[in-house]
């Protein structure tokens, strides 16, 4: 074989990988990141099971709606606690959904039946019967108060007549079922349906006798479908993509965004609501997704703004009209509400105008200038750079301790022995045992030994037993080791071999001592003949 074919054939058995660039934690935060993380998440509720939808009042206070089990409740979004519970249906509820005034609430269930009731009164007002199987989308349109849309497992999409309880149009296409769905901001009679059948269905009441006005293949099932604000774009979420879609050009793909690594969700639009800056009164789309991610997509820009990481699997996510409240859900029935932390030193003339706009105190407080009577002054990060004046102090490095420190400090006293064996320095070796010989513990550690420690012990005596710094220590501890554990180092001959070696080093030791000594007496006998002479 030549050189030349042996180095490919080592190249391909052994691939090498290319050198990792290296990465930096120093990135300055963009103002929009500072927002999306002012929303502090905390769990505020362990609910039943998963969270299955979740919904906003579009009027304040704007209370929260979430589907659980076979239950909806209704949270303060001021407080982020229980306000009402409705628990009369027969199976799991799904897709709670406010009218456009806040007074009525309406909700489907796995049941097939579709209930509206009074919040405050937790009593249904209607019961729509008409879907064969469970039904997974209810939605009110944008300002009717009469109508509603729906759809579910039987693939068939309903409008209703919510007074009459009368089924207004079946509206037929999706030959899967019917997950998800969003009435257009710019008409009462449009909407949107998503399928399992990877289609999105846009429908128009006014023709409904001629089926759906456009139909977009998303490319996987579809879990949620909305409409973006100017209502001519719609997002699309299905597998680990989320998608963006022009209808008023025909149903082209304009943005396809594949941050996710499991399936996406639910999808809602979030509006940063400062009242100045860059990134003023802009929407984003909020996604996410069973790996646990929730993700903020600029689609003005077509970028990622923000990625934060929830411990479970979510299933559902919503945001507050006032831009002052975000709520995910997750599959595990933990409800994670972040409340973005406001000013509270603004005047109360500010408070109340923000009411009436719709936005609450949200500016951001000014930043103070560090002076060295803030207390704040002292507790400075540790990127602060010192100025000219100021006097920089070293904090001293903390001492790591070895392993055989640690174990005495634990009081483990033939652990610690035996971990500085392993280690083979012999100061430390020694050292641990004059610290076990001040405890009066050394002899009973050596009774303890096992035998293959124990020949760590004599491997170590028979090495360094002659060395005059340690000779002091280790004779006498061999000879205690020799006395107590004869009938161990009878029974092995490793631990014969052992004593074998020690024996001889030892002798060694004794005739160079005993010559060094002749010749030392040779020497004093010659120095005191010079001296007679």
């Given at each position: 074989?030549?050189?030349?074919?042996?180095?490919?054939?080592?190249?391909?058995?052994?691939?090498?990988?290319?050198?990792?660039?290296?990465?930096?934690?120093?990135?300055?935060?963009?103002?929009?990141?500072?927002?999306?993380?002012?929303?502090?998440?905390?769990?505020?509720?362990?609910?039943?099971?998963?969270?299955?939808?979740?919904?906003?009042?579009?009027?304040?206070?704007?209370?929260?709606?979430?589907?659980?089990?076979?239950?909806?409740?209704?949270?303060?979004?001021?407080?982020?606690?229980?306000?009402?519970?409705?628990?009369?249906?027969?199976?799991?509820?799904?897709?709670?959904?406010?009218?456009?005034?806040?007074?009525?609430?309406?909700?489907?269930?796995?049941?097939?039946?579709?209930?509206?009731?009074?919040?405050?009164?937790?009593?249904?007002?209607?019961?729509?019967?008409?879907?064969?199987?469970?039904?997974?989308?209810?939605?009110?349109?944008?300002?009717?108060?009469?109508?509603?849309?729906?759809?579910?497992?039987?693939?068939?999409?309903?409008?209703w007549d919510v007074s009459s309880e009368i089924l207004i149009h079946n509206l037929i296409g999706h030959k899967d079922y019917v997950r998800c769905g969003d009435g257009s901001p710019a008409s009462d009679d449009m909407f949107i349906t998503g399928s399992y059948d990877h289609t999105v269905r846009v429908w128009d009441v006014r023709v409904s006798n001629q089926g759906a006005m456009m139909n977009i293949n998303h490319g996987a099932p579809v879990e949620d479908v909305i409409y973006l604000p100017s209502g001519g774009l719609i997002?699309?979420?299905?597998?680990?993509?989320?998608?963006?879609?022009?209808?008023?050009?025909?149903?082209?793909?304009?943005?396809?965004?594949?941050?996710?690594?499991?399936?996406?969700?639910?999808?809602?639009?979030?509006?940063?609501?400062?009242?100045?800056?860059?990134?003023?009164?802009?929407?984003?789309?909020?996604?996410?997704?069973?790996?646990?991610?929730?993700?903020?997509?600029?689609?003005?820009?077509?970028?990622?703004?923000?990625?934060?990481?929830?411990?479970?699997?979510?299933?559902?996510?919503?945001?507050?009209?006032?831009?002052?409240?975000?709520?995910?859900?997750?599959?595990?029935?933990?409800?994670?509400?972040?409340?973005?932390?406001?000013?509270?030193?603004?005047?109360?003339?500010?408070?109340?105008?923000?009411?009436?706009?719709?936005?609450?105190?949200?500016?951001?407080?000014?930043?103070?200038?560090?002076?060295?009577?803030?207390?704040?002054?002292?507790?400075?990060?540790?990127?602060?750079?010192?100025?000219?004046?100021?006097?920089?102090?070293?904090?001293?490095?903390?001492?790591?301790?070895?392993?055989?420190?640690?174990?005495?400090?634990?009081?483990?006293?033939?652990?610690?022995?035996?971990?500085?064996?392993?280690?083979?320095?012999?100061?430390?070796?020694?050292?641990?045992?004059?610290?076990?010989?001040?405890?009066?513990?050394?002899?009973?550690?050596?009774?303890?030994?096992?035998?293959?420690?124990?020949?760590?012990?004599?491997?170590?005596?028979?090495?360094?037993?002659?060395?005059?710094?340690?000779?002091?220590?280790?004779?006498?501890?061999?000879?205690?080791?020799?006395?107590?554990?004869?009938?161990?180092?009878?029974?092995?001959?490793?631990?014969?071999?052992?004593?074998?070696?020690?024996?001889?080093?030892?002798?060694?030791?004794?005739?160079?001592?005993?010559?060094?000594?002749?010749?030392?007496?040779?020497?004093?006998?010659?120095?005191?003949?010079?001296?007679?002479?």
């Open positions: 074989m030549a050189v030349d074919d042996r180095s490919e054939a080592i190249v391909k058995t052994f691939a090498v990988k290319p050198k990792l660039k290296p990465t930096t934690n120093k990135s300055t935060p963009t103002p929009e990141s500072k927002y999306w993380k002012s929303f502090k998440p905390k769990q505020t509720q362990t609910l039943v099971s998963s969270v299955t939808s979740l919904s906003f009042s579009p009027t304040a206070p704007h209370d929260i709606a979430a589907t659980h089990s076979a239950t909806v409740t209704i949270f303060s979004s001021q407080t982020l606690e229980p306000k009402s519970t409705i628990s009369s249906f027969k199976d799991t509820a799904t897709s709670a959904c406010f009218r456009s005034d806040g007074q009525l609430i309406a909700a489907g269930s796995y049941s097939g039946q579709i209930q509206v009731f009074d919040p405050k009164k937790r009593s249904a007002l209607r019961r729509l019967r008409g879907h064969s199987r469970p039904v997974h989308f209810v939605s009110y349109p944008r300002v009717d108060k009469l109508h509603l849309y729906s759809g579910g497992d039987d693939a068939v999409v309903k409008y997002a699309t979420a299905g597998g680990n993509n989320v998608k963006i879609w022009d209808v008023i050009g025909g149903g082209k793909l304009l943005h396809s965004m594949e941050s996710h690594n499991k399936t996406v969700t639910s999808l809602c639009v979030g509006k940063i609501g400062k009242d100045s800056g860059e990134f003023s009164n802009q929407y984003r789309i909020l996604s996410v997704s069973l790996d646990g991610y929730m993700k903020v997509f600029d689609y003005s820009t077509l970028k990622i703004t923000s990625s934060i990481r929830y411990p479970s699997s979510l299933m559902s996510v919503a945001f507050s009209p006032d831009c002052t409240t975000r709520v995910i859900g997750a599959s595990n029935g933990i409800l994670y509400a972040g409340k973005r932390k406001t000013d509270e030193n603004l005047g109360s003339v500010k408070s109340e105008w923000g009411k009436y706009v719709g936005f609450g105190a949200i500016d951001e407080p000014e930043k103070r200038v560090l002076r060295p009577s803030y207390f704040r002054y002292f507790h400075r990060g540790q990127n602060e750079k010192p100025s000219k004046g100021d006097y920089l102090i070293m904090r001293p490095k903390k001492v790591k301790l070895a392993e055989h420190d640690k174990l005495l400090k634990k009081f483990h006293h033939k652990e610690a022995l035996v971990s500085a064996l392993r280690a083979k320095n012999p100061e430390n070796i020694v050292a641990v045992m004059e610290e076990l010989v001040s405890r009066k513990k050394l002899l009973m550690c050596v009774s303890n030994l096992g035998m293959e420690e124990l020949g760590l012990l004599l491997s170590f005596l028979q090495r360094y037993s002659t060395m005059p710094r340690y000779a002091g220590v280790l004779i006498a501890l061999a000879k205690k080791v020799v006395e107590n554990r004869s009938d161990d180092i009878s029974g092995s001959e490793e631990l014969k071999g052992h004593i074998r070696n020690l024996k001889r080093s030892i002798m060694e030791e004794i005739r160079i001592q005993q010559s060094l000594q002749e010749i030392q007496g040779t020497r004093a006998q010659l120095h005191q003949e010079d001296t007679k002479l």
